[in-house]
C-alpha cells in the first residue's frame, strides 16, 4: 500500500520562529493534511461512509434551498 505524502518546510529566516511556525501552521491547514489524519484515525466501514455522505448531501441540500428562499423573499421586499 503506498501513502501519498506530502512534505512540508519552512524557512527559518533572521531568527523568526513564530513567523515561521504561523507559515508552517498555514501550509497545514491549507494541505488539510489535520483533516485527513482525523478523518483515518479510525476505521469505518463503506456502508457507513457512504450513509454519512449521503446524510451530509441532504442536510447541505436542505441548507442551499433555506438560503434560496430567503434570497427570494429579500428581493420580493426590495421590489415593494
Known sequence: MSRNV??????VE???????????????TSEEIIKTVKDNRYYMK???KKMLKRKKAEAQRRKDE????????????QWR
Open 46 to 48: 463503506p456502508s457507513l
Open 66 to 77: 433555506i438560503n434560496l428562499i430567503n434570497k427570494i423573499i429579500a428581493e420580493e421586499e
Open 14 to 28: 533572521h531568527g523568526r520562529i513564530s513567523k515561521a511556525m504561523n507559515k508552517f501552521k498555514s501550509k497545514v
Open 6 to 11: 506530502t512534505r512540508i518546510s519552512v524557512k
